[in-house]
């Protein structure tokens, strides 16, 4: 939740996607660098939203890591 709230303070828009320990086998652990003893129960995707929001902040992309 604190992650989600300090998305929208910062103007971005954010959904938690549950249920996805399926999606996280061994390949992907080493992909997004996820320690062996770690277990993944969700996960958050943040991103821009379509609507204008008025508490937007101008964001530096480069503090933040993108993965495809």
């Not at 300090?6 to 320690?35: H, R, V, Y």
Request: charged fraction near 25%; glycine fraction near 4%; charge should be negative.
């Amino acid at each position: 939740m604190n992650i989600t709230l300090m998305a929208e303070s910062l103007g971005l828009g954010s959904c938690i996607i549950q249920d996805i320990c399926w999606a996280i086998d061994e390949d992907n652990k080493q992909t997004f660098k996820i320690p062996e003893n770690f277990s993944i129960y969700l996960s958050i995707a943040l991103g821009f939203p379509k609507l204008k929001n008025k508490n937007k902040k101008n964001l530096d992309i480069s503090k933040f890591d993108v993965i495809e």
